[in-house]
């Protein structure tokens, strides 16, 4: 019988990671036609057998269970409510999937009673909030003082109850926000240059992971910890999101605490300052990110572009953002970042193979001027000086280099089948997008595409498609704002937050004059009525 039990159990888990893993949600009510509620309906019908398998397995952090009776009206009128909600998070067409997990159970089933009686549902529609893991094999009632499992008390209509969630998340969701379609990006769809505004949230997940790898692998050492405080410094003046600048500056003023120089750490002392970094719940662009649910750089195929592509898109954003006068400097820290904390062998020795070769004519280049007085300039595929004199020659040569790897890697996906069939290689950025970029192009088929540059244009290209669009795209979010008031403005708009709050500290001290003063006169008056012997004395002190 134990074995029969453990082996429904293992069954049921199946089914439920079978579900996680289809294009949506499907629901796994009982009593009703399974595939017309997949496609109808976004929260998952759960019940007493599948209730703990499923968020025991759920990847969400939070989870909202929506408790009810198929027979009472109000529980009837409050499901279209309930429903407009869970399409944000849950299933194919989610704005905002992987955050928040919508359940329903109807306790009307018999088979369901005492799985509602354990959460002491006493009510319907009856609404509980928490990680979905302290739902399996709980119980709740509302006189727990320390529970992670909250009544939702204010929810009775879709604003209200994403109003509550919000405040729970400190997120900014809203009723309107819509799925990002991967149907929409290039190259299926060449011609929107909009599409680049969905990076940012990528930019700011690649950041964040590119962080944990370092810091799971270990990877700071006396001889790579110079490389990655000279990265952060890039990051702390010119990453697109706001909070990932604020981030990698307080990890910046951290850093000698965590990692002291010079000092070689054992395996022991380096799980020591790991823990010491987790346990300080360190976020370096917040704590909204999520983690696997890429926008921009989702592939067709869960193995394909994301990360990858994320960290494409933050070199590409800070190439043009920097100074001139930052550009040698910038390749540098770039390229060492590269060599010291990509985990891809093969890809970073790629890369920093480039980096090298174009060092080595920077070096033939410095040792020809000593030699001739004559202006000489070396001449790759683009035309860039070196070393580098300004951020073009940089944007143009990283550009450059991302074509030559998207180049070499279309051979080989081509030959071994790995590619996303969704989302090829292709030469950047295809005529469709910036035709003005194109002076003249051959090579069809199986050819390599010979393009005659416009670079001025490409220039201008990259400029505005990972500068301006990529900035501007981003919106500071609620968590930012109570952000604020524990950390000073690292941001360009610091002197405006300077300027306002000495107005506001003599708005403050100009009342607190005027209600002074009312108190003395006050005070003053009572004085003289009473005729005290020492009211002159008392009044010379104020």
Same mark, same amino acid.
């Not at 399409?87 to 009307?108: E, I, S, T, W, Y």
């Not at 979010?477 to 000073?488: D, P």
């Given at each position: 019988?134990?074995?029969?039990? +453990?082996?429904?159990?293992?069954?049921?888990?199946?089914?439920?990671?079978?579900?996680?893993?289809?294009?949506?949600?499907?629901?796994?009510?009982?009593?009703?036609?399974?595939?017309?509620?997949?496609?109808?309906?976004?929260?998952?019908?759960?019940?007493?057998?599948?209730?703990?398998?499923?968020?025991?397995?759920?990847?969400?952090?939070?989870?909202?269970?929506?408790?009810?009776?198929?027979?009472?009206?109000?529980?009837?009128?409050?499901?279209?409510?309930?429903?407009?909600?869970?399409?944000?998070?849950?299933?194919?067409?989610?704005?905002?999937?992987?955050?928040?997990?919508?359940?329903?159970?109807?306790?009307?089933?018999?088979?369901?009673?005492?799985?509602?009686?354990?959460?002491?549902?006493?009510?319907?529609?009856?609404?509980?909030?928490?990680?979905?893991?302290?739902?399996?094999?709980?119980?709740?009632?509302?006189?727990?003082?320390?529970?992670?499992?909250?009544?939702?008390?204010?929810?009775?209509?879709?604003?209200?109850?994403?109003?509550?969630?919000?405040?729970?998340?400190?997120?900014?969701?809203?009723?309107?926000?819509?799925?990002?379609?991967?149907?929409?990006?290039?190259?299926?769809?060449?011609?929107?240059?909009?599409?680049?505004?969905?990076?940012?949230?990528?930019?700011?997940?690649?950041?964040?992971h590119a962080l944990q790898i370092i810091l799971e692998h270990k990877m700071i050492k006396p001889e790579t910890r110079d490389s990655l405080v000279r990265f952060l410094?890039?990051?702390?003046?010119?990453?697109?999101?706001?909070?990932?600048?604020?981030?990698?500056?307080?990890?910046?003023?951290?850093?000698?605490?965590?990692?002291?120089?010079?000092?070689?750490?054992?395996?022991?002392?380096?799980?020591?300052?790991?823990?010491?970094?987790? *346990?300080d719940d360190y976020k370096i662009c917040g704590k909204e990110v999520p983690h696997g649910y890429w926008m921009f750089c989702r592939g067709s195929k869960s193995e394909?572009?994301?990360?990858?592509?994320?960290?494409?898109?933050?070199?590409?954003?800070?190439?043009?953002?920097?100074?001139?006068?930052?550009?040698?400097? *910038?390749?540098?820290?770039?390229?060492?970042?590269?060599?010291?904390?990509?985990?891809?062998?093969?890809?970073?020795?790629?890369?920093?193979?480039?980096?090298? +070769?174009?060092?080595?004519?920077?070096? +033939?280049?410095?040792?020809?001027?000593?030699?001739?007085?004559?202006?000489?300039?070396?001449?790759? *595929?683009?035309?860039?000086?070196?070393?580098?004199?300004?951020?073009?020659?940089?944007?143009?040569?990283?550009?450059?280099?991302?074509?030559?790897?998207?180049?070499?890697?279309m051979k080989d996906e081509k030959d071994l089948g790995t590619g996303d069939p969704s989302f090829p290689k292709v030469v950047w950025p295809p005529k469709a997008l910036?035709? %003005?970029?194109?002076?003249?192009?051959?090579?069809?088929?199986?050819?390599?595409?010979?393009?005659?540059?416009?670079?001025?244009?490409?220039?201008?290209?990259?400029?505005?498609?990972?500068?301006?669009?990529?900035?501007?795209?981003?919106?500071?979010?609620?968590?930012?704002?109570?952000?604020?008031?524990?950390?000073?403005?690292? %941001?360009?708009?610091?002197?405006?937050?300077?300027?306002?709050?000495?107005?506001?500290?003599?708005?403050?001290?100009?009342?607190?004059?005027?209600?002074?003063?009312?108190?003395?006169?006050?005070?003053?008056?009572?004085?003289?009525?009473?005729?005290?012997?020492? +009211?002159?004395?008392?009044?010379?002190?104020?």
């Amino acid at each position: 019988m134990a074995s029969s039990a +453990r082996l429904l159990a293992l069954l049921a888990v199946l089914v439920l990671a079978a579900a996680r893993g289809a294009d949506a949600l499907r629901s796994l009510g009982v009593g009703e036609d399974a595939a017309a509620v997949a496609q109808g309906d976004a929260a998952v019908d759960l019940n007493a057998t599948t209730f703990d398998a499923f968020l025991g397995a759920a990847r969400e952090p939070f989870a909202v269970v929506e408790f009810f009776a198929h027979w009472c009206p109000a529980c009837r009128n409050y499901k279209p409510h309930y429903e407009k909600v869970a399409k944000l998070f849950n299933g194919q067409d989610a704005a905002h999937p992987g955050r928040v997990l919508m359940a329903r159970v109807d306790c009307a089933l018999k088979a369901n009673i005492d799985l509602c009686s354990r959460f002491s549902v006493d009510h319907y529609p009856f609404l509980l909030w928490g990680p979905p893991t302290k739902f399996v094999s709980a119980k709740w009632d509302r006189k727990q003082e320390k529970s992670e499992i909250k009544l939702i008390d204010d929810g009775r209509t879709a604003e209200r109850l994403l109003k509550w969630i919000n405040k729970q998340m400190e997120s900014s969701f809203t009723l309107d926000d819509k799925k990002y379609e991967n149907e929409n990006m290039l190259p299926k769809n060449a011609t929107d240059p909009e599409q680049i505004v969905r990076a940012i949230y990528d930019v700011e997940e690649a950041t964040a992971h590119a962080l944990q790898i370092i810091l799971e692998h270990k990877m700071i050492k006396p001889e790579t910890r110079d490389s990655l405080v000279r990265f952060l410094q890039i990051l702390v003046a010119h990453h697109p999101s706001k909070r990932c600048r604020r981030g990698s500056a307080e990890l910046l003023i951290n850093f000698y605490d965590h990692w002291p120089s010079n000092i070689s750490l054992s395996s022991q002392e380096s799980s020591r300052m790991l823990e010491s970094v987790e *346990t300080d719940d360190y976020k370096i662009c917040g704590k909204e990110v999520p983690h696997g649910y890429w926008m921009f750089c989702r592939g067709s195929k869960s193995e394909t572009r994301g990360f990858s592509c994320g960290l494409w898109v933050l070199l590409h954003s800070l190439t043009v953002q920097i100074g001139d006068g930052e550009s040698q400097s *910038t390749f540098t820290s770039i390229c060492d970042f590269i060599h010291n904390f990509f985990i891809c062998e093969e890809c970073r020795k790629h890369f920093y193979g480039m980096c090298s +070769r174009f060092a080595k004519h920077a070096l +033939r280049y410095i040792a020809a001027l000593k030699h001739s007085t004559a202006c000489l300039t070396v001449t790759f *595929t683009c035309s860039v000086s070196v070393p580098f004199k300004s951020a073009r020659d940089l944007s143009l040569w990283l550009w450059s280099t991302h074509n030559k790897v998207n180049e070499r890697l279309m051979k080989d996906e081509k030959d071994l089948g790995t590619g996303d069939p969704s989302f090829p290689k292709v030469v950047w950025p295809p005529k469709a997008l910036c035709p %003005s970029c194109y002076r003249s192009s051959s090579g069809t088929g199986d050819e390599a595409v010979q393009v005659d540059w416009n670079e001025d244009e490409v220039f201008s290209f990259l400029v505005n498609y990972y500068g301006k669009m990529l900035v501007s795209s981003y919106k500071e979010t609620y968590v930012e704002s109570q952000e604020k008031k524990h950390v000073m403005p690292l %941001s360009d708009d610091a002197s405006s937050s300077a300027a306002r709050v000495p107005i506001g500290a003599a708005l403050g001290v100009a009342a607190a004059s005027c209600i002074f003063g009312a108190l003395a006169c006050f005070w003053r008056a009572q004085q003289k009525n009473r005729k005290y012997s020492y +009211r002159l004395h008392s009044l010379k002190k104020i």
